[in-house]
């Protein structure tokens, strides 16, 4: 459990020149990664941030060393030289803001879930592919909890993954742009993009049809609690739950072969634990409890490795680990929720991307 993350999230070798970064979007998450950058080695520099709030772009601007605030992505590109753009937005304007960003010729990593739907998403790969930029996908639970399970399922602990059950929940998601729909607001996205990532990056394969059913707010008309199924191509079938109506923020991944089941459980990015039980495994033929060793916080633990995988990207000139196309398959089956909702039957998936 201590395995580096180049077997499933590229190389370990720093990136040799210095990078400027411009940040978009300066609220919880942005300070988040502005405290990232100032962690990161010298590669990674900020020196302007972007966002209509302008005491919260001053308040990201002063954690870096002269870093110029402004108040949209148009003043930033317009008055300062980047190489990159961070965007870290609500989600409705993910996708507007990364474009901005790549029709300027910058590297852009955006934050999950890249889009507010495929098509979205389908207009930044296809835009980052013609100004040749490298654009990654900001799944950064790839980098912590996620990567513990991605390596003992590629050691065959399970064997064939036969069947996955998912969920994610939090409190009730009352203000600000996650409580409404024309932001983007709601469970759905904001959570489920997180558990469909790391469900179609433990699976493997191509889901071809998903059923689903959505019960919204009266309130507020967000999603509040949505379940659905996805069927793959090799026959593998992964059952989802998402939630805004529990006590508390958790999330559960149980994953079943027939060689084996491995149960992700937690409380918070930083508090999790792993169980296993494997026929293939001797290490592991009684069910064993792994609490990995987690030093730092999860700015430490998942975003600056996120950072420096991107700034490595752009160096070797090679995709990220976490590509466009990966954001977008997981809005292809988001939306593939929705449609089932509304139709009332399962639907297809378009297995050409």
């Not at 950058?37 to 010298?42: I, V």
């Not at 900020?46 to 302008?54: G, H, I, R, S, Y």
Request: glycine fraction near 10%; include cysteine; charge should be negative.
């Amino acid at each position: 459990m201590t395995q580096s993350h180049s077997s499933a999230l590229g190389t370990s070798r720093e990136a040799p020149h210095s990078l400027r970064v411009g940040l978009v979007g300066c609220g919880y998450q942005g300070n988040a990664l502005a405290t990232a950058l100032g962690q990161a080695t010298t590669t990674l520099h900020l020196v302007a941030c972007a966002d209509p709030d302008q005491d919260a772009a001053a308040r990201v601007a002063a954690l870096a060393q002269d870093a110029r605030p402004f108040s949209s992505v148009e003043a930033l590109l317009d008055n300062v030289s980047v190489d990159a753009v961070l965007v870290a937005t609500p989600h409705h304007v993910l996708c507007p803001i990364s474009l901005a960003a790549i029709r300027a010729g910058k590297h852009v990593l955006v934050e999950k879930p890249i889009g507010l739907n495929e098509q979205e998403a389908a207009a930044a790969e296809e835009g980052a592919a013609h100004q040749g930029v490298r654009y990654m996908a900001g799944y950064s639970c790839r980098f912590s909890l996620g990567r513990y399970v991605h390596d003992l399922l590629a050691a065959g602990a399970v064997g064939d993954i036969q069947a996955i059950t998912g969920v994610f929940g939090s409190g009730p998601l009352n203000n600000g742009w996650i409580a409404s729909t024309e932001t983007g607001g709601g469970p759905l996205l904001y959570l489920g993009s997180h558990l469909v990532d790391l469900v179609l990056w433990f699976i493997d394969d191509a889901p071809v049809e998903v059923s689903g059913n959505i019960r919204r707010r009266t309130d507020t008309n967000v999603d509040d609690t949505s379940s659905f199924q996805i069927r793959f191509s090799r026959g593998a079938v992964a059952q989802c739950l998402l939630t805004q109506a529990a006590s508390t923020f958790f999330f559960m991944v149980d994953i079943h072969g027939r060689a084996g089941r491995v149960t992700l459980r937690g409380w918070s990015f930083m508090q999790f634990e792993i169980e296993v039980s494997s026929t293939v495994n001797p290490h592991f033929a009684q069910p064993t409890v792994i609490r990995p060793r987690i030093e730092g916080d999860h700015i430490s633990t998942m975003l600056l490795p996120e950072l420096e995988e991107f700034a490595r990207a752009i160096s070797e000139e090679r995709g990220p680990s976490i590509t466009a196309t990966d954001g977008r398959r997981v809005l292809r089956v988001l939306d593939g929720v929705v449609a089932s909702d509304r139709h009332g039957a399962p639907v297809g998936i378009d297995r050409t991307v």
